[in-house]
């Protein structure tokens, strides 16, 4: 069971990245997903979560509105649009999947990716 994330890299402050995550050996289209960030000495945060159906979503306050969540559960494939970038957002970004349940902004996950670099230059 593998959720793998893709799309990170270098981009200076003000670009656009679009992570995804691909999910293999089981099926997750019908958990719900969601994008947490680590970045150095600092605590793993929630960073997006989006229902199964794609009705209900959460984002951090932190984000203004520059970062969308989206998903294709025909592909299994989980999305994280980020514009408007700024230093403060380099971190390891994990994607994560649990069962849809209990409140979007749990940060009780169950299955995680392995975490790909984004680093954002100023």
């Known amino acids: 069971v593998q959720l793998v994330e893709s799309g990170g890299g270098l981009v200076q402050a003000g670009g656009s990245l679009r992570l995804s995550c691909a999910a293999s050996?089981?099926?997750?289209?019908?958990?719900?997903k969601g994008w947490f960030r680590q970045a150095p000495g600092k605590e793993r945060e929630l960073v997006s979560a989006i229902s199964w159906s794609g009705i209900s979503t959460y984002y951090a306050d932190s984000l203004k509105g520059r970062f969308t969540i989206s998903r294709d559960n025909a592909k299994d494939t989980l999305y994280l649009q980020m514009n408007s970038l700024k230093p403060e957002d380099t971190a390891v970004y994990y994607c994560a999947a649990r069962i849809d349940n209990g409140p979007i902004d749990t940060r009780r996950y169950e299955y995680w990716g392995q975490g790909i670099q984004v680093t954002v230059s100023s």
């Open positions: 050996g089981r099926t997750f289209s019908r958990w719900r």
